[in-house]
């Protein structure tokens, strides 16, 4: 006799389609879009850092293009990458230890979250 589970007709993982959007899932995306861009940064920062530590043409090189509009462009971008990333992660981290775990509480961590995120990227965006 065989016990076999009904295997899913649909997909396993929610898709965009189908839900309607709240700021939850918003928060569960933006998460994953920042990781991406930190880890599409990360060749930039290496070549940041050769340029900062070779030779003087390399640091010129380095020093103009973080002084550029696109420099400081993409400084901006992933430092409220990094922000954002690094605070919904913990708020993540609180939910999975059962911390905020309902719905309204998971609402009310992301919007907090948002409007860190945004008070940070106004004062990066006048240090910068």
Known sequence: MQN???EPSGPLSPR???YRWHVGMLASIGHRASGLAL???V???????RGMTGSEDNFAAVFNWLHSGLGKVSIWLVGISLIYHFCNGIRFIAIDAGWGESRESMRRSARVVFVFTVLVAVLLAVML
Do not use: M
């Not at 060749?43 to 850092?49: D, E, N």
């Open 4 to 6: 076999r589970l009904k």
């Open 16 to 18: 965009l389609t189908i």
């Open 39 to 41: 880890i599409l940064f």
């Open 43 to 49: 060749p930039i920062y290496l070549w940041l850092l």
